[in-house]
């Protein structure tokens, strides 16, 4: 389990055991439920000033387990799932219906692609 699962278990586990809702719990920190539940659920990263609050309101540590053990992870804890699966694959495919791959383009679709994006570059006639 990583540092930031850890985290989120314990917000809710600490939010349960007083006997509140997230409703109740964002009042108090002054966060909304829609907040608080997209956090638990780990939609949304725990950050300092949420975390700031839920110590200063309940007098838990939790900002100190962030800097001690959160700080540094990158992934977003919904992401960690496909990383881990990426991982350990052998295949790799891509799936992009709006737009045709690299090697596939003409040149006047590449033209077109780079225009849209509003880069201006000159593509080779070689091509």
Do not use: C
Not at 44 to 69: H, I, Q
Not at 91 to 113: C, M, S
């Amino acid at each position: 389990m990583s540092g930031s699962e850890y985290l989120i278990s314990e917000l809710r586990r600490v939010r349960e055991s007083m006997g509140l809702t997230q409703e109740s719990w964002g009042e108090r920190v002054h966060f909304s439920a829609k907040h608080v539940g997209s956090i638990e659920r780990g939609e949304r990263p725990a950050l300092p000033n949420y975390l700031g609050m839920v110590d200063k309101v309940f007098g838990t540590a939790f900002m100190k387990f962030y800097r001690e053990f959160v700080i540094g992870e990158h992934a977003p804890i919904w992401l960690r799932p496909f990383i881990e699966h990426e991982q350990q694959a052998s295949l790799l495919r891509v799936f992009q219906p709006l737009a045709v791959p690299g090697l596939l383009q003409t040149e006047a679709y590449a033209k077109t692609i780079i225009t849209a994006y509003g880069a201006s570059m000159a593509v080779s006639r070689s091509l």
